[in-house]
């Protein structure tokens, strides 16, 4: 059974950094996409970043380039994402979301219907 589980969250001023993680089990990670997605008090989920299954490439949502960075470590069924210079607007939900493709990056990978497994999410608050 396929698990992932965020960690990482908390609360942290405007300007401040926290770094995110997302424990996977259950699967081969080296075969998924994995994905950063973020849902903020009475919004839709929305995508926050993406990584290849081998780490070669990134894509991040234009909210969030320059200042978040998405990695992984396979060998450790593990993925990350460093937040830096954060703002209000941050605060959400952040969730760590597995997609089975070993193709390159594309569109499609940044919509929630191309993933099949999702974390249950970790709070990040950004206080002004």
């Known amino acids: 059974q396929v698990h992932l589980v965020e960690s990482g969250g908390g609360l942290v001023q405007a300007g401040g950094s926290l770094r995110l993680s997302c424990a996977a089990s259950?699967?081969?990670?080296?075969?998924?996409?994995m994905g950063w997605f973020r849902q903020g008090p009475g919004k839709e989920r929305e995508f926050v970043a993406a990584?290849?299954?081998?780490?070669?490439?990134?894509m991040y949502a234009d909210s969030v380039k320059g200042r978040f960075t998405i990695s992984r470590d396979n060998a450790k069924n593990m993925v990350y994402l460093q937040m830096n210079s954060l703002k209000p607007e941050d605060t959400a939900v952040y969730y760590c979301?597995?997609?089975?493709?070993?193709?390159?990056?594309?569109?499609?990978?940044?919509?929630?219907?191309?993933?099949?497994?999702w974390g249950q999410g970790t709070q990040v608050t950004v206080s002004s």
């Open positions: 259950g699967l081969t990670l080296s075969s998924y996409v």
């Open positions: 990584i290849s299954w081998g780490g070669a490439s990134t």
């Open positions: 979301a597995a997609e089975r493709d070993t193709r390159p990056l594309r569109a499609g990978d940044r919509t929630t219907a191309e993933y099949d497994y």
